[in-house]
């Protein structure tokens, strides 16, 4: 198995309550790593984290979730242990999706699912460009998508272009920021006030690196800059149109819309997606919590996504066995001699 993986190396195992091992899979500019739960020949699931977090964000919420998936969780480019981007190069969208694309091609996974937290533009870009690769898609307190008013998109792409000279006119050690762990903890937590104490020291096992004098935020500070790929409400509706697979959005009451939706026609952008998945029959369910309730309170989460994974991908893996057994019965009864 390990074999015929291209170039994916398996670095070490621990058990925690379930196997758990780690993964690198190499890109062009280094490697993205991630970690793997389940058996190797398991229903393929892959698990997208959101923005300045890591994989670890599913550390809580796997080990609830059925047995018999083979669950990877990744660190997108400049997050947790994954290598950060080229200089000069900007942390857009369509690069994440590029990157979604080099792993599975490196598992070699033909037909698999998504769990994407909070950055679900990654999931569903990806899902509207290969909808025959993606069965099933759960998105975490995400729209999927998150359109932008067309008349500030300029605006928006140049304030990125902006800060991306300023921040390439720094030195090496303005840019480097030193911590005692007690300093990085109290940072991120400033940033993500609802996140528990066993939640808060869950994302900082990946998101710390050890250095010189204290510790230093792994991530790329680059990917607090402007995003300069953005997407209008119509393009929104056309890429959500190619998505072939079923959806399950669940969103927290104190989560996204509280924290980042602020002018009215954010909202009514949101309110027509939601609409949209209502009109094609996906499930859209809202929960007690806050952004990070996958990590915080998995037990209310993982239920949901249970039951989701179980009836919608296990009854589409279980007909396209019938399918094949068919064909099968078909072929030996109708040509004997084949």
């Known amino acids: 198995m390990m074999q015929a993986m291209k170039g994916v190396r398996y670095l070490q195992t621990r058990t925690v309550t379930q196997a758990v091992s780690e993964l690198s899979v190499p890109v062009p500019w280094g490697e993205i790593r991630g970690r793997v739960w389940g058996p190797d020949h398991g229903r393929p699931v892959l698990c997208l984290h959101g923005w300045a977090d890591n994989c670890g964000t599913f550390n809580t919420l796997i080990p609830f979730l059925p047995k018999e998936y083979r669950y990877v969780a990744v660190d997108l480019a400049g997050h947790g242990q994954s290598s950060h981007r080229p200089p000069g190069v900007f942390y857009a969208f369509p690069s994440y999706v590029m990157d979604v694309r080099r792993v599975v091609d490196a598992l070699q996974w033909s037909k698999f699912s998504i769990i994407g937290h909070s950055m679900g533009e990654c999931s569903f870009t990806f899902s509207a460009l290969y909808p025959e690769m993606v069965d099933s898609i759960v998105l975490l307190d995400s729209y999927g998508f998150l359109p932008s008013d067309q008349k500030e998109i300029p605006e928006v792409m140049r304030k990125g272009m902006d800060e991306m000279l300023q921040y390439e006119k720094k030195t090496e050690e303005d840019k480097?920021?030193?911590?005692?762990?007690?300093?990085?903890?109290?940072?991120?937590?400033?940033?993500?006030?609802?996140?528990?104490?066993?939640?808060?020291?869950?994302?900082?096992?990946?998101?710390?690196?050890?250095?010189?004098?204290?510790?230093?935020?792994?991530?790329?500070?680059?990917?607090?800059l402007k995003n300069i790929a953005r997407i209008s409400l119509e393009q929104s509706v056309e890429l959500h149109s190619k998505i072939q697979a079923s959806v399950l959005v669940i969103l927290?009451?104190?989560?996204?819309?509280?924290?980042?939706?602020?002018?009215?026609?954010?909202?009514?952008?949101?309110?027509?997606?939601?609409?949209?998945?209502?009109?094609?029959?996906?499930?859209?369910?809202?929960?007690?919590?806050?952004?990070?309730?996958?990590?915080?309170?998995?037990?209310?989460?993982?239920?949901?996504?249970?039951?989701?994974?179980?009836?919608?991908?296990?009854?589409?893996?279980?007909?396209?066995?019938?399918?094949?057994?068919?064909?099968?019965?078909?072929?030996?009864?109708?040509?004997?001699?084949?």
Do not use: W
């Open 176 to 224: 480097r920021r030193v911590y005692t762990y007690e300093k990085a903890a109290e940072r991120l937590l400033a940033a993500n006030p609802n996140l528990s104490e066993q939640s808060l020291h869950v994302l900082l096992e990946r998101g710390l690196v050890q250095v010189e004098g204290g510790v230093m935020f792994s991530r790329d500070f680059r990917i607090n």
């Open 252 to 338: 927290a009451e104190a989560g996204f819309d509280k924290l980042y939706l602020k002018a009215t026609n954010q909202k009514t952008a949101i309110s027509a997606l939601l609409q949209a998945y209502r009109d094609r029959n996906h499930t859209v369910v809202k929960i007690p919590g806050d952004h990070h309730v996958h990590l915080n309170n998995p037990e209310a989460v993982a239920p949901l996504v249970s039951d989701f994974l179980q009836t919608k991908v296990l009854s589409h893996h279980d007909f396209d066995n019938f399918l094949e057994v068919c064909y099968l019965y078909c072929t030996v009864y109708t040509h004997p001699g084949a």
